[in-house]
């Protein structure tokens, strides 16, 4: 089946936007500032003076934040968060900071952005597109949460599509909150080691858990009939 221009058009800025972040990480590794060394010595030297555990909180969040525009090592992070204090208040600092960037995300496309895109899509494949995007945004939401990359494009594509501001919020604190209590969780029982590869396999093992949750409630509602 062809796809419509409202699709195509969908592809291609999804496509771009994931250029842009590529590149822009790319050039942020070859400055040495992905390097996770870097975050983790001065998260652990804030930690350390008073007051330090709300320090490294307030700062993991807005490095967290920054994450759209600055290609930070979430994960490392969100681990450290949960290191340096503990699950309830590292959690807290991850899932503030990350739905910060999200939100920065969807409410700049949203309100800069709509009018470009809707010339590139054209007047007529607007309200097509913006069914497209509810009906398979969600998940696509939900699901890239604890997927680098990928969630700053899924926050920016949806609000370039116009998804009710409500909507993308729950959806992005649905998919975000386990994850952030995860890393948490993982760094608190780190024992010294905030840097573990397995917290980052839980988290990317967190979507595909949920696709086949979903694909599972799907086909149980085509076999009754979709009630």
């Known amino acids: 089946m062809a796809l419509g221009r409202g ?3 969908l592809l ?3 496509l771009s936007l994931v250029t842009l972040l590529t590149v822009t990480f790319l050039a942020a590794e070859a400055l040495g500032l992905t390097d996770e060394s870097l975050f983790r010595d001065r998260l652990l030297a804030l930690a350390a003076l008073e007051h330090g555990r709300a320090l490294a909180a307030s700062t993991i969040a807005g490095l967290l934040a920054a994450d759209l525009v600055l290609p930070v090592p979430s ?3 969100m681990t450290l968060a949960g290191y340096l204090c503990g699950v309830p208040l590292g959690a807290a600092a991850s ?3 990350a739905m910060a960037s999200a939100w920065i995300g969807f409410f700049a496309c949203r309100r800069f952005g709509r009018g470009a ?5 054209g007047a007529r494949d607007v309200e097509p597109l913006r069914r497209f995007v509810d009906r398979y945004g969600a998940w696509a939401i939900l699901l890239s949460r604890p997927v680098p990359m990928l969630t700053e494009v899924t926050s920016c594509v949806a609000g370039l599509a116009g998804m009710a501001p409500a909507r993308f919020s729950w959806l992005a604190a649905a998919g975000t909150l386990p994850v952030c209590v995860v890393y948490a969780w993982a760094g608190a029982a780190a024992e010294g080691d905030a840097s573990l590869a397995w917290p980052l396999t839980i988290g990317l093992l967190l979507p595909v858990v949920g696709l086949a949750a979903v694909r ?3 086909r149980r509602r085509a076999a009754t009939g979709g009630g």
């Open 7 to 9: 699709t195509v058009a």
């Open 117 to 121: 895109f809707r010339r590139l899509v």
């Open 216 to 218: 599972i409630v799907e």
């Open 95 to 97: 899932f503030a900071g």
């Open 75 to 77: 994960s490392v992070l």
């Open 12 to 14: 291609g800025v999804t």
